[in-house]
């Protein structure tokens, strides 16, 4: 199994406003991410972001996909396909018969599997702006981990993706 | 004059660890930015990354630089070449007669300039690493840049150049 973390981020590395707004995220973006969560067949995400989420119009697209909300908190589920677990560990466990298992935020879950050295590859979209206050890819953590440049491509004029290995 | 950001950060945008560490910024990254610097012939930088970079034995490089530190503390100046402004508004008047002018840090000098819409454009190293806690790009701040990416160099097999456009 490859477990891919895939976000989308500002040039400086933030995957949300302070209220937690991405409005600023483009269609070729969310088309890649759409296609990459379909392909896999599985995403596991935390307790904000599966409210945000599933809330947005788009989420439709994501409907046959596995979802696994890590929380230890009570999350209300909308659909049979999503589940809970408690920690990175049970939410790979529950996907152990998939191929692939995309990780797709906040910062504090994909801090959270980093930590834990789950992550084999991660996929950034990086969108043109910067901003000065927001939620970052990882919440801060102690951990560090060496990448490789796998391949670069260009979803827009201006919107990059980097695709890195991560060593181990 | 073109105020132009040059900074190495991680794939999640630290340009220095929590004790300033920068060792993880490779040889290649270093020749990109002592170039550009060598080109524009005068850079601004906060106290601290003064102080750490002229500490330096690559400062070498960079001697016949104009160096103008933003501070309003006491700075030990090391060289004639330096010269001490009280903002960022001070520290481009001083360079007024250069056709460049390289922004290089810390975060919060970087936050200083775009808060003030002084830069133009951004150099953006993006070394292959992750890690958990360190110093950020921009110091949180309220601004925000929408970007163009003009365009995108490898420095080498891992070490990936974005220059972006700032848009006003």
Redesign the interface.
């Known amino acids: 199994m490859k477990i891919i973390l895939y976000m989308c981020?500002t040039?400086?590395?933030?995957i949300a406003k302070e209220d937690d707004n991405t409005n600023w995220i483009s269609g070729e973006e969310w088309d890649s991410y759409s296609k990459m969560i379909r392909r896999a067949g599985c995403m596991v995400v935390g307790h904000r972001t599966y409210d945000i989420l599933t809330k947005q119009p788009e989420f439709s697209e994501l409907s046959a996909v596995k979802v696994v909300i890590v929380s230890n908190n009570k999350v209300t589920i909308i659909s049979e396909n999503h589940v809970i677990a408690n920690n990175p560990a049970s939410a790979i466990n529950l996907l152990k018969d998939f191929d692939e298992v995309i990780i797709a935020g906040g910062g504090k879950l994909n801090?959270s599997f980093?930590?834990e050295g789950l992550v084999d590859e991660?996929y950034?979209d990086?969108e043109?702006?910067?901003?000065?206050?927001g939620i970052?890819?990882?919440s801060?953590?102690?951990?560090?981990?060496?990448?490789?440049?796998i391949e670069?491509n260009k979803l827009s004029?201006?919107?990059?993706q980097?695709h890195?290995k991560v060593l181990k």
């Open positions: 981020i040039a400086n590395g933030y801090s980093v930590v991660m950034l990086i043109p702006l910067v901003f000065g206050k970052q890819l990882f801060p953590a102690d951990f560090e981990n060496k990448l490789e440049l670069t004029k201006n919107t990059l980097l890195y």
